[in-house]
């Protein structure tokens, strides 16, 4: 009788190791599914920090260039107004991009990329913000030629005209007229094209515009 109760423990007592491994085992399954989480969870504050720290960048910029235009009107050298001088011996850091070259090269980047809404979007702000800067005339004709990538050939006439009217003196206006006169010829617009190309040959001779121009109106003639 007191075989069969002694039998039991001895059965308890081998199952009990297999017990106490496989809890070891979830336990460290556990961790390590932890360990994992903990690793996805830095990871994901170092991107955040690195845009925080993008956005922190380009705010200062613009708090300087604030900075360097009170000077001016303050009559102070550019630079001085709460900015300190380098330590001695230390090297003065390279110059940064303006704002504005900031944006442009932004809004560039995704016009190759073909991404031509965020391309038009950071354009758009250029013109908004530095509508007298250097580069405002490149800004309104790259925004034409993301309506013109699109197929877009009435909004592309729009913008192209505003390089044309808003820039009268800047290299863009033979560009910006030449893309409108395409653009026209995809309207079926063939009038209204050879009108602008036949300017550009006259007030341009020795562009490459021209030379463009000459070929479109013979394919136009050809196609009649």
Not at 31 to 36: D, H, P, Q, R
Request: glycine content about 4%; proline content about 4%; some cysteine.
């Amino acid at each position: 009788m007191m075989a069969l109760p002694f039998a039991i423990m001895l059965s308890a007592c081998a199952e009990f190791p297999m017990i106490a491994t496989q809890n070891d085992i979830s336990r460290v399954e556990q961790s390590v599914l932890k360990i994992e989480k903990n690793i996805e969870d830095v990871q994901r504050n170092q991107a955040e920090l690195g845009m925080r720290l993008d956005e922190l960048m380009e705010n200062l910029m613009v708090v300087t260039e604030s900075i360097d235009v009170l000077s001016r009107k303050l009559g102070k050298p550019a630079g001085k107004a709460g900015v300190s001088k380098p330590a001695s011996g230390r090297t003065a850091p390279a110059a940064r991009k303006s704002p504005a070259k900031e944006i442009y090269d932004l809004a560039y980047k995704d016009y190759v990329k073909s991404d031509y809404s965020l391309a038009i979007m950071g354009f758009d702000e250029l013109l908004k913000r530095y509508q007298d800067d250097v580069l405002a005339p490149e800004a309104q004709y790259w925004k034409g030629e993301c309506y013109f990538s699109q197929s877009k050939w009435d909004e592309s006439i729009k913008e192209f005209t505003k390089v044309i009217s808003n820039f009268p003196g800047s290299d863009e206006v033979k560009k910006a007229e030449f893309k409108k006169a395409l653009a026209l010829i995809k309207l079926r617009q063939n009038e209204k094209a050879i009108l602008l190309l036949d300017g550009i040959i006259r007030k341009y001779p020795h562009s490459n515009e021209a030379k463009q121009a000459n070929v479109k109106k013979e394919e136009i003639k050809n196609q009649q």
